[in-house]
Each structure stands twice: as C-alpha cells, then as structure tokens.
C-alpha cells in the first residue's frame, strides 16, 4: 500500500536495474512485454540508461509512452547513490501523520469542533464533551436494549427520561448551573433547548481567538464533564454532590486551566467584564497600543494614570506614576505590557 508513495533519487552510481528493479507499480520493466527497447541493455542499471545513453530514446521511439511515463516521474539527478522519497511530504521524509493521510479517508470536519478540540482545551473534558455532541454517551435513553423494564429516569433529578439533551442542561439541576455560568458571561437569555444550541451560541458569538473565546469553550466541556461525572458518580458510587458545590468545581476547574495558559486578548469592555466575573486578569494584546504626546512635569510633580488601561478609559487595576524625569516609581501588575502613555 506505501509503495506507490516512494520513488528514488537515482544518482549516477545507483545500482539499481533498469530492467529488473521491482519498484515500479506494475513489476519490473523485463516481465513487461509491451515495453522493449534494445537501446538499453538487459544488465543496465538506472543511472546507466540516464546519464551515460541520455535520455534520446524519448526520441528515438516516441510510442514507447509508458516508459516516457516512467522516465519522466523519476526524480534524477546527480546524487552519487539513489535515495528513497516520500513523496507525501515535500522535504521527501517518511512521517506517520503523512502516511495515515494517505491511508484514510477523512470525512468532513462538524462545525462543533472549534467548540471542542481548541489550542489550550482539557484532553479529558474535550473527549466527553466530544461523545456528548455526537450523543454517544451511555445516557439511558441510548441504552434501550436493555429492555422495557429499564429505568430511563435521570439521575439528576430522578423525573423525566434520562438523554443527552435533558442533562445538557435542560435539566432542573443542571439548568441552574449553566444558567448561572451563563449569568456570569452577561448572557442574559432564555435557555435554549438543546446542547448544539448552546455550542452553535458560542460558536457564533465568540469567535475572535483569545481568553475569552478559550475561557467560554472550557466551561461548557467542564461543565458537560463534570456533570456527566456527577450522573456517574450517583449511578455506581451511589454519591450526590450539591449543585452550588458543583458548579464551585466547574468554574475552579476552568479557571485552574485558564490561569495557567497565560493567555492574552484584546481589551474591550465585554473581555474585561467576562474576566472580572470570573476573577481572571486580561492580559491586553500590545498589537494596537494607544500613544498620546507626554508633557513632561514641573520638578517633583507626579502625574497618576489610575487606569493603566490601553485602549479604553474602563478602570483596571493597578496605575501608572511618573514623575518629572519620567521615572516610573509605581510597580506595574505582572504581566500587563508596561505602556501606558499619559497626555
Ligand atoms: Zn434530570
């Protein structure tokens, strides 16, 4: 099957046969018999019939188009010895990623899976939520083979049928969570009914890549993971977990993660307000600094920029002192670019 992704430098001291190797698709050239020629000897190797006859037989028998064909996909050159090509890759190394490529038959990409596989996303909250959204979770109501007299009853609130869109979060003890998370992304909306609604609203409306849109995909895995933990956890460890505890667990576990990818974003109102109310710091994007014109001060004056915010007059923490050699005495909060230009 990887065969016919290899071909070979041929280099003027190759040994290989013209005739006999067994690279090529269909055998070797010899047990071919639409393809003769007595131009090239039965004992001549590659670099033989290349560099030493030239390639003039293209001429000289122009009907031989399969052995044109064959000539012509060869790399040649100069090289003393022949090398082997992968021919998937452009630098010509064998590499596995390659090599699978061309051995499956991708199908198309689900728009959920910026939702779900994004640069900093928790492997273990990505794959649950993966199951969730393709509705391959053991949910009760996905376990029907079992039977009649199967209890389909959520585990969560011991009411309706148990399935992927009740626990997600239609829910009574999961609603109040996702409701509360939701309150704390300043959506203020009526919940939507299934959980594709909820990742296409996150999808649609966080797009620009950042905290934020990193922040909102893990709380909704962490939250799809935690909460199918909790349905487990009452299932086979007979435990129960009060839902303020749980979603003290959802947004610890999201801030954990967030915390330690450092990440920037831009500084708007809406990212500092989602950061505030989780008590994160926005690293602001130095892309786009706002410069104004410094005046210097009168000797031992100090000027106070309250703000230290770069492109808005939204109050942050921390400030910005400068005196009149323009000495800045005031630490600045770690992580914050140190730009911050006072008119
Ligand atoms: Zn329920």
Redesign the pocket.
């Known amino acids: 099957m990887a065969s016919k992704h290899v071909c070979f430098i041929v280099g003027s001291q190759s040994p290989l046969q013209f005739w006999t190797d067994p690279s090529h698709p269909n055998g070797p050239l010899s047990a071919q018999s639409s393809i003769t020629t007595s131009f090239i000897p039965q004992k001549a190797s590659i670099a033989e019939a290349k560099f030493q006859g030239g390639w003039d037989l293209i001429q000289v028998l122009p009907h031989l188009q399969e052995l044109k064909q064959i000539i012509n996909s060869g790399l040649f050159t100069k090289a003393a010895n022949s090398n082997p090509i992968w021919k998937p890759e452009s630098d010509g190394n064998f590499r596995l990623r390659s090599a699978w490529n061309t051995v499956r038959s991708p199908n198309p990409k689900p728009p959920w899976v910026s939702s779900v596989w994004f640069a900093g996303h928790t492997p273990k909250f990505s794959i649950t939520a993966w199951q969730a959204l393709q509705d391959k979770l053991s949910t009760r109501d996905n376990l029907h083979f079992l039977g009649p007299n199967h209890d389909r009853s959520?585990?969560?609130?011991?009411?309706?049928s148990?399935s992927v869109n009740?626990?997600f979060f239609?829910?009574?003890?999961?609603a109040w969570i996702w409701q509360v998370i939701l309150r704390r992304i300043s959506e203020r909306r009526k919940q939507k009914k299934s959980l594709s609604d909820e990742e296409n609203w996150i999808r649609s409306k966080f797009k620009k890549k950042g905290q934020t849109y990193t922040l909102v995909r893990t709380l909704l895995t962490a939250s799809i993971y935690l909460l199918w933990q909790e349905r487990n956890s009452r299932l086979f460890q007979k435990k129960k977990t009060h839902k303020r505890f749980l979603l003290s667990r959802i947004i610890s576990a999201t801030r954990s993660r967030i915390l330690a990818l450092k990440l920037e974003d831009e500084d708007s109102e809406e990212n500092q307000r989602i950061s505030n109310s989780f008590n994160l710091p926005l690293f602001s994007k130095a892309t786009d600094p706002k410069f104004c014109h410094w005046e210097p001060l009168a000797a031992y004056e100090i000027k106070l920029n309250p703000d230290a915010s770069l492109a808005s007059d939204t109050a942050s923490i921390g400030g910005l002192l400068r005196d009149h050699l323009d000495w800045r005495p005031s630490p600045r909060p770690q992580g914050y670019n140190p730009i911050s230009l006072l008119c």
Request: glycine share 0%.
């Open positions: 959520c585990l969560l609130c011991n009411s309706v148990e009740h626990i239609n829910c009574s003890y999961s």
